[in-house]
């Protein structure tokens, strides 16, 4: 049979999977978890890591495919790239996804290319941890090299909480490697574009509202508009555009952390994907431009520049808000109510009934999600208030979580 080639099979990779569905491919879901809940949803379901490229390429033994892609994981970057290289079909280069997917190599590509990052380095055990710590001063962060949805990320302000920070850290690498940096203050915001042949589309500014810590800097909201001026946005979809440069990404999409401090805005990271906190479908409802259909035909290798043109935003306000929710037992949950209110567009769950609720120590842990869009502020906290609150949730605490 002939399929689009879905890496990675949670909910985060839903719009990726309809619009292959839409421009008429039958598709074909990749995922080592045989929870994970697109599976159901695929012509052809393979149960298997994604990571063991050599074992994904039997398994599609007797599949032609024709296209690789993924979307919203920084762990299926790097496999979907070399998947897309040993099919020979357009995708991410290795040696750009080999970056993105390390910290350590990232960092070395903005250094190189003069694009501002927090002071930092790698750093190999305690010790290391303190010298660097003494290097920088005030508060640090340290965190895998190759981590993802903050997992393993610490906040540290004093020297005696370093040696607990680097564990976490080095627990939730799966290179065994740990970096430090300086802690950015200010505002966190992500910038949206797409390129092809290295020309930068912009596509959304969005600001992230922060779960107060601990965990550190999971975002429980992605906001639209930023709140900046359009100037202030340009140059952060020129630094956006830099930044994917740096790491050697010519075409596909760019979801770009960056915070702005008084001194000026400073990148995080690059992340060559489309978001996994539904930016893309926001995108889309508050700009018009379907990044999500854009990536699709990039990787079916028939994206063209009229492709990128925006087409007309459903409103001018919008927001991604994550559902978060104390530890325990899932009883019972129903989205149903919250998506029957007007300006609701999509409203999930990530958990589900049975499953046991871990406390947040990551963005993992966050419940489900809401996107909803208003025609001013005012109405889009009021909306929200009123989504979260009609959610039937039902969670039976457990003591026995730590």
Not at 204 to 220: D, E, F, Y
Not at 275 to 290: I, R, S, Y
Not at 297 to 324: N, S, W
Request: proline content about 7%; aromatic content about 4%; some cysteine.
């Amino acid at each position: 049979m002939k399929a689009f080639v879905l890496v990675g099979g949670s909910r985060s990779q839903l719009g990726l999977l309809e619009q292959a569905r839409a421009l008429g491919h039958e598709v074909c879901v990749v995922d080592g978890a045989e929870t994970a809940p697109l599976l159901a949803e695929a012509d052809l379901p393979i149960v298997h890591d994604f990571s063991d490229v050599e074992g994904v390429l039997t398994a599609l033994h007797g599949v032609e495919a024709e296209a690789v892609a993924t979307m919203g994981s920084d762990q299926a970057v790097l496999p979907t790239a070399r998947l897309a290289e040993r099919l020979g079909l357009p995708g991410l280069p290795v040696a750009t996804a080999e970056i993105v997917a390390d910290k350590r190599r990232m960092r070395a590509a903005f250094e190189a290319a003069g694009v501002p990052l927090a002071g930092g380095r790698e750093i190999t055990g305690p010790d290391d941890a303190h010298a660097a710590f003494d290097e920088l001063g005030g508060a640090v962060v340290v965190k895998p090299a190759d981590g993802s949805a903050q997992r393993g990320v610490t906040e540290v302000h004093a020297p005696d909480e370093l040696p607990a920070a680097f564990e976490r850290a080095l627990a939730a690498s799966r290179a065994g490697a740990v970096v430090l940096e300086r802690y950015l203050d200010g505002d966190e915001l992500t910038v949206n574009g797409f390129l092809l042949d290295g020309e930068y589309f912009p596509m959304s500014v969005t600001k992230r509202r922060l779960h107060p810590p601990p965990p550190l800097g999971v975002c429980i909201a992605h906001r639209y508009p930023s709140g900046l001026t359009a100037e202030e946005e340009r140059g952060l979809f020129e630094l956006a555009h830099r930044a994917s440069s740096a790491v050697g990404l010519e075409a596909g999409p760019s979801y770009v952390q960056v915070r702005v401090e008084p001194a000026g805005a400073f990148v995080i990271e690059v992340g060559a994907r489309l978001g996994g906190g539904k930016d893309a479908e926001l995108a889309k409802l508050v700009t018009g431009f379907d990044a999500i259909r854009a990536e699709a035909l990039r990787a079916l290798g028939g994206l063209t520049p009229g492709d990128l043109e925006p087409g007309e935003p459903l409103a001018p306000v919008g927001q991604v808000r994550f559902v978060v929710a104390p530890p325990g037992r899932i009883v019972h949950l129903d989205a149903s109510p919250a998506l029957a209110l007007d300006g609701v567009h999509e409203a999930g769950f990530y958990w589900r009934e049975g499953m046991l609720l871990p406390p947040m120590t990551s963005g993992a842990e966050r419940l489900g999600y809401l996107l909803l869009t208003a025609p001013d502020e005012t109405g889009l906290d009021e909306l929200t208030d009123s989504a979260l609150h009609a959610l039937d949730v039902e969670i039976v605490v457990e003591h026995a979580i730590a």
